[in-house]
């Protein structure tokens, strides 16, 4: 078990509110007193471009540490096309979070939707991941074709907003706070992508596709197959690079896929993962032989 697994906990920060202006001429705004109940949330959104809950989760049994901080971020406008079983979806997972603060992001001027689509989708992977590892209620799946649309200066600007609103959120809401490890996943690449971002900090090497699978499984994500591996490799090798701004890479290495953050250069990545798995003697000797 690394030291990492088990930090000790300050309690949340006390929230008072603010309005923290963006350097897109947004404004992001801190709000402490939140409503319980999901109708009166749906109400406390309208007007704001994009929206976050953030809190414990009362649906997760806690740690003998600390309880799981969680939250849900979305889209306004989106909220208002909701109908039938999407609001009943929206309605319980709000209900899974116990709101320590909301946090309501305006402009004065539209953003456009493909970009706000990203910046979304890159504020929800940050914090369910590298920041804070918070068990997020919701995910997001038109991110994809969003950034496939954008020139790459507009999908840049999208990702480094969404990278600003995910810092502030989480020092500003949640002072830094780091979910007990493992913490939940709201699905398998998820939960794969924090695997190897946390391989990538705290052992600075990258990981193969079979040490990923039995790491999720040991982490409570059983295979469904033994095509299970197939799938894995794909949501890392292919969906998670169609988002424009990934957040982990596949490279082919000794005949094997590789895994490793985005934060960590590849040549490190491979070099660490060397040295955990280094050539046998004997197959050493014969590719130098061959060489």
């Known amino acids: 078990m690394h030291p990492l697994d088990h930090v000790a906990h300050r309690p949340l920060p006390d929230i008072t509110a603010r309005q923290i202006p963006l350097h897109d001429g947004g404004v992001l705004h801190f709000v402490p007193q939140v409503p319980f109940a999901a109708a009166l949330r749906r109400a406390a959104v309208d007007g704001s471009t994009l929206y976050a809950f953030v809190g414990p ?14 939250g849900y971020v979305g889209k306004s406008d989106a909220l208002t096309g909701r109908a039938g079983t999407s609001w009943r979806y929206w309605v319980l997972a709000q209900r899974a979070i116990d709101p ?3 946090i309501l992001l305006h402009r004065s001027q539209p953003y456009d939707p493909d970009e706000l689509s990203v910046t979304e989708a890159r504020v929800i992977a940050r914090l369910a ?22 020139t790459p200066q ?11 609103i995910a810092q502030l959120i989480w020092t500003r809401a949640l002072g830094c706070w780091e979910n007990p490890w493992p913490a939940p996943a709201p699905n398998c690449r998820e939960a794969a992508t924090r695997i190897i971002q946390r391989a990538s900090k705290l052992e600075r090497r990258g990981i193969d596709l079979m040490e990923l699978c039995a790491r999720l499984e040991a982490n409570g994500y059983p295979s469904a197959g033994s095509t ?23 490279v082919a290495h000794r005949g094997r896929i590789i895994f490793h953050a985005t934060t960590l250069p590849t040549g490190v990545a491979l070099s660490g993962y060397d040295a955990a798995h280094p050539i046998p003697p004997r197959a050493n000797a014969t590719q130098v032989l061959a060489g």
């Open 57 to 70: 989760r009362i649906d997760l049994p806690p740690t003998a540490q600390s309880p799981f901080i969680g």
């Open 100 to 102: 320590h603060a909301m």
């Open 129 to 150: 991941t590298d920041m804070g590892s918070l068990a997020l209620t919701n995910t997001h799946s038109s991110a994809q074709t969003a950034a496939a649309r954008l």
């Open 154 to 164: 507009r999908l840049a600007a999208a990702v480094t907003l969404g990278d600003t």
């Open 228 to 250: 299970r591996w197939r799938s894995v490799r794909r949501d890392i090798a292919d969906r998670e690079q169609r988002t424009g701004s990934p957040r982990a890479h596949a």
